[in-house]
């Protein structure tokens, strides 16, 4: 059996999460690894323990947008506590790191007999559709440059680590903006002192700095999680 070092996992009662790590594997998550496709069934949940995983929605015609980061603080696959094989969003690694991953029956199993699993799961769901709304008003509403701000300060949590590697390639396919407008936002960071950049590597250098910088949504994002995550 392995030891869990996933926030989700760690919050169940010890005889609840006992069972559910004796059906889990550790696996690796590789940087760029899909791990699932939008519309395609669900063979596995994963549980991050390092690392973090971008959730990203595709439209015809476009590149993909993405929607939510996954961490040691959730999990990916939730929408099998809801009994749908199918995955709602795709996911790509973005920071490579290691991730627990129980098959999709075994997990269903589990839910059948946890009502702790069943209620861990159903608000990470709940987590996961406060970002997406969040989400959706972030890119109507607020300039390239908060926004950044918001996603690295995001991405920082998940990651447990200052330092990034991250093209502005990848950077404005996340945030839905064109790389010009990455360039000129990351450049306002950097000369600001908040960050430094070069050649995909990105290091946050002030982080309270980058929190004033950052649109609401990243506050609002925090309280949400703790309100619905820590609640007893």
């Not at 889990?24 to 998550?29: G, P, Y």
């Not at 109507?140 to 093209?167: C, E």
């Amino acid at each position: 059996m392995t030891s869990a070092c996933n926030q989700l996992i760690e919050r169940l009662p010890r005889p609840d999460r006992q069972r559910l790590l004796a059906q889990c594997e550790t696996v690796a998550l590789a940087q760029s690894a899909v791990l699932c496709e939008q519309g395609r069934r669900s063979s596995h949940a994963y549980f991050p323990t390092e690392g973090f995983i971008s959730l990203v929605t595709e439209t015809p015609g476009h590149p993909g947008l993405e929607v939510g980061l996954v961490g040691p603080e959730g999990m990916l696959g939730a929408e099998l506590a809801l009994g749908v094989p199918l995955a709602p969003w795709g996911a790509l690694v973005l920071g490579p790191g290691t991730a627990l991953r129980i098959g999709r029956m075994a997990l269903r199993r589990e839910l059948a007999r946890s009502k702790a699993v069943q209620g861990a799961l159903h608000r990470h769901l709940y987590v996961l559709m406060t970002q997406l709304a969040a989400t959706a008003a972030c890119v109507r509403f607020h300039l390239i440059g908060p926004r950044l701000a918001r996603w690295l300060l995001t991405s920082q949590d998940r990651a447990q680590t200052d330092h990034f590697h991250i093209t502005h390639e990848m950077l404005s396919s996340m945030l839905g903006v064109r790389r010009v407008g990455i360039t000129m936002a990351a450049g306002d960071l950097q000369r600001s002192g908040l960050i430094t950049y070069h050649r995909g590597e990105l290091t946050v250098l002030d982080r309270s700095g980058l929190e004033a910088t950052a649109c609401p949504c990243y506050g609002q994002d925090q309280r949400r999680f703790d309100e619905v995550m820590h609640r007893d």
